[in-house]
């Protein structure tokens, strides 16, 4: 099982409001993407009566925050699962399309076949980047110019760089990324947060939320209406 936070403000209701679905931990031991997503679940909360632009995206938003994917890696300090699975190793894809998961990503899967959100992002780190389909070959996806168009406004906010996973940082089969797009045709992002697994708690979160609540309001609306 995953746990799955709702934000919005009518979290009981369906509305036909875009949704997201943002994740912590596919790697236990990336212990930032989690804090980012709790960070980002305090503040859309706390804010909310108070900003202007917080209560924008919430009242116009469906949010999906899984703060740990992988909870038994995290908990355990290590990047696999309790049996040794890489879990963003471990999805459907073009090259192994009848893959079946593990539980972990299996809810995942679940969680987002029965959402349908438009944007799916999966926190990791490290590295500074904002990465997009595809990751198991170099050659451009069919959306790359949109996707590089709404990531690089996002690193105009924090200076990560951008570009396709296989090009910017290595070539991966089997990834998150891959499969939304590939299965689902959504906004699929990678995002390496800070320089390194350690880096500064408050430092990761600074640099990471305000690109997210670009992605959130105008980059989900951007991908929408193209």
Same mark, same amino acid.
């Given at each position: 099982?995953?746990?799955? @936070?709702k934000?919005?403000?009518? %979290?009981?209701?369906?509305?036909?409001?875009? $949704?997201?679905?943002?994740?912590?931990?596919?790697?236990? &031991?990336?212990?930032?993407?989690?804090?980012v997503?709790?960070?980002m679940?305090?503040? @859309?909360?706390? $804010?909310?009566?108070? =900003?202007? $632009?917080?209560?924008?995206?919430v009242?116009?938003?469906e949010?999906?925050?899984?703060?740990?994917v992988n /909870?038994?890696?995290?908990?355990r300090?290590?990047r696999? =699962?309790?049996?040794?699975?890489?879990? &963003?190793?471990? #999805?459907?894809?073009?090259?192994l399309?009848?893959?079946?998961?593990?539980?972990c990503?299996?809810?995942l899967?679940?969680? %987002?076949? $029965?959402?349908?959100?438009? /944007?799916? %992002?999966?926190?990791?780190?490290?590295?500074?980047?904002?990465?997009?389909?595809?990751?198991?070959?170099?050659e451009?996806?069919?959306q790359?110019? @949109?996707?590089?168009?709404i990531?690089? &406004?996002?690193?105009? @906010?924090?200076?990560?760089?951008?570009?396709?996973?296989?090009?910017?940082? #290595?070539?991966?089969?089997?990834?998150?990324?891959?499969?939304w797009?590939w299965? #689902?045709?959504l906004?699929?992002?990678?995002?390496?947060?800070?320089?390194s697994?350690?880096?500064?708690?408050?430092?990761?979160?600074?640099?990471?939320?305000?690109a997210a #609540?670009?992605?959130l309001?105008?980059?989900?609306?951007?991908f929408?209406?193209?």
């Amino acid at each position: 099982d995953i746990i799955v @936070l709702k934000i919005s403000d009518n %979290v009981t209701m369906d509305e036909k409001e875009p $949704k997201a679905v943002l994740t912590g931990t596919h790697h236990g &031991n990336e212990i930032n993407s989690t804090e980012v997503i709790v960070a980002m679940e305090e503040e @859309l909360l706390q $804010k909310y009566n108070s =900003d202007p $632009k917080i209560k924008a995206i919430v009242d116009s938003r469906e949010i999906y925050l899984v703060p740990s994917v992988n /909870v038994d890696g995290f908990i355990r300090g290590t990047r696999y =699962d309790i049996n040794g699975i890489d879990p &963003n190793r471990d #999805y459907p894809g073009p090259l192994l399309p009848e893959h079946n998961s593990i539980p972990c990503i299996t809810a995942l899967r679940s969680l %987002v076949e $029965k959402i349908k959100p438009a /944007v799916v %992002v999966d926190y990791h780190s490290s590295g500074q980047l904002h990465m997009f389909p595809w990751a198991y070959k170099t050659e451009p996806c069919d959306q790359q110019a @949109l996707f590089s168009l709404i990531t690089s &406004n996002m690193s105009k @906010l924090n200076n990560y760089r951008f570009g396709s996973i296989s090009t910017i940082i #290595y070539p991966a089969k089997n990834s998150s990324a891959d499969f939304w797009y590939w299965k #689902y045709k959504l906004m699929a992002l990678g995002i390496e947060i800070g320089t390194s697994f350690n880096s500064p708690r408050e430092k990761a979160i600074q640099e990471t939320l305000p690109a997210a #609540y670009y992605l959130l309001s105008e980059g989900i609306e951007s991908f929408i209406n193209n």
